[in-house]
């Protein structure tokens, strides 16, 4: 299957900080990436969807200048958390599909903490 | 109520037993329909697509029932590395027109020596 990696793979940091997570498609274009978060025994949930050039879709109670999201070329999404919190932290994953209605294939996800 | 909903579990079988997990979901527009696997502290990866025919690979089966909006999973003769959490995924067009993947909470499965 197509490989997607995310970078990161674990990040801690202080409150109030930035971070910034990575999520490349390594052998095919991806025109559509989607971020997860799961909280602790929860399920994943989608935060937002990108497409490649133009802007991202936030899924409802996502706050879109909290959790800031980039997809300026087929390969690469990032997903910045800006001012970060104690309950930010969370599993962040990302998928990428090479169309809209294709197969989703899921980075190895972010783990963040913050303190 | 959840758009997709499953049994937490955890589901302690012993090795070589038969299991079989439900899922139902909300949503009658609801297009595809998936199990994925998670091990513990890592991604999701598509075990297997369902279909309303019912579809088998190895020793999984799965099934849907799209009049009573229920999947199901059974894994025959299990083994030790079946040990992980099963989620449910379903396959909805959101508010934009995209196509989005909700998943279950998961259930979680044993194996026993």
């Known amino acids: 299957g197509a490989v997607v990696s995310q970078h990161p793979s674990r990040v801690i940091c202080k409150s109030g900080t930035s971070v910034k997570i990575e999520c490349r498609s390594l052998d095919f274009q991806a025109t559509t990436m989607f971020w997860y978060r799961q909280f602790p025994k929860q399920s994943l949930m989608l935060m937002a969807t990108?497409?490649?050039?133009?802007?991202?879709?936030?899924e409802q109670g996502v706050e879109k200048d909290k959790f800031l999201i980039n997809h300026a070329s087929l390969t690469l999404s990032t997903l910045t958390v800006t001012s970060a919190h104690p309950e930010d932290s969370s599993f962040y994953i990302c998928?990428?599909?090479?169309?809209?209605?294709?197969?989703?294939?899921f980075g190895p996800g972010t783990r963040l903490l913050v303190l | 109520r959840k758009e997709v909903e499953q049994d937490p579990g955890p589901f302690n079988v012993p090795e070589g037993a038969t299991v079989a997990f439900n899922c139902t979901y909300s949503n009658s527009a609801s297009q595809s329909f998936f199990w994925y696997r998670q091990d513990c502290r890592k991604e999701p990866k598509l075990l297997m697509s369902?279909?309303?025919s019912g579809n088998e690979d190895g020793r999984f089966t799965a099934q849907l029932n799209r009049a009573s909006q229920y999947i199901s999973l059974l894994i025959r003769d299990s083994k030790l590395s079946d040990s992980a959490t099963y989620l449910c995924v379903v396959e909805t067009r959101s508010n934009f027109g995209n196509e989005k993947l909700t998943f279950g909470t998961g259930t979680r499965l044993t194996i026993i020596p």
């Open positions: 990108s497409n490649e050039g133009s802007k991202a879709t936030y």
């Open positions: 369902v279909y309303s």
């Open positions: 998928s990428a599909s090479a169309f809209a209605r294709e197969t989703q294939y």
